[in-house]
Structures are given as structure tokens and as C-alpha cells.
Nanobody, 116 residues
């Protein structure tokens, strides 16, 4: 059974930092593209950052470039999202995703709230 369990969300003031973690079980993250998505109230889910399988490249939404960093620890089978200089518009539920051709897994999400 595949599980992606996110943690690290919370309430932070604008300008602050948080680090999200996504612990994977039932899959080996090294053979998946691992991504973070977010969904704010009344908005569609959007890609925040993705680390392609094998870690060959990363892609970020324009809105988070220079502030967020995605990384993974193969030994812990965990993906991280370091979020710095947080803004109120970063407030959303953040979801971890593992994707391969024909396969797509999601975590349950973790709430990030940034106060002004």
C-alpha cells in the first residue's frame, strides 16, 4: 500500500519559514517524479515545485522561485519543501505527489497559513 504523509505545516508570520516533509512508503521515491502542489480556498490545485525522477532537474512555479526549495533524502525516502520569505498568498493546503507514467499518488495535505 502506497502512502505519502505530509507534515510541517502550520501558522507563520509573513517573512517566516517552514519546511514541509513528505514521507513515502510503498514506493521508492527515486524512481518517481516527486512534487509539491497547493490549493487555496476557491482556487484550483497548482504545481509549486517538482523534482524529476532521478533528481535530474527541478521546476518551480514562478511565484515561488528563489523562495522555495525542493529536495529529497533517498535514505529516508522523504521529500522536503523548504519555504522561505513566506507571503500571505502562500496560504494553502500543500500536497505531496509521486508520479510515473500511468501512476499518480497523493498525500492527505498539510495546511500552511501565512499571516500578514
Amino acid at each position: 500500500q502506497v502512502q505519502l504523509v505530509e507534515s510541517g505545516g502550520g501558522l507563520v508570520q509573513a517573512g517566516g519559514s517552514l519546511r514541509l516533509s513528505c514521507v513515502a512508503s510503498g514506493i521508492i521515491i527515486g524512481v518517481y517524479s516527486m512534487g509539491w502542489y497547493r490549493q487555496a480556498p476557491g482556487k484550483q490545485r497548482e504545481l509549486v515545485a517538482v523534482l524529476t525522477n532521478g533528481g535530474s532537474s527541478t521546476n518551480y512555479a514562478d511565484s515561488v522561485k528563489g523562495r522555495f526549495t525542493i529536495s529529497r533524502d533517498y535514505g529516508k525516502n522523504t521529500v522536503y519543501l523548504q519555504m522561505n520569505s513566506l507571503k500571505p498568498e502562500d496560504t494553502a493546503v500543500y500536497y505531496c505527489n509521486a508520479a510515473q507514467v500511468g501512476t499518480d499518488y497523493w498525500g492527505q495535505g498539510t495546511q500552511v497559513t501565512v499571516s500578514s
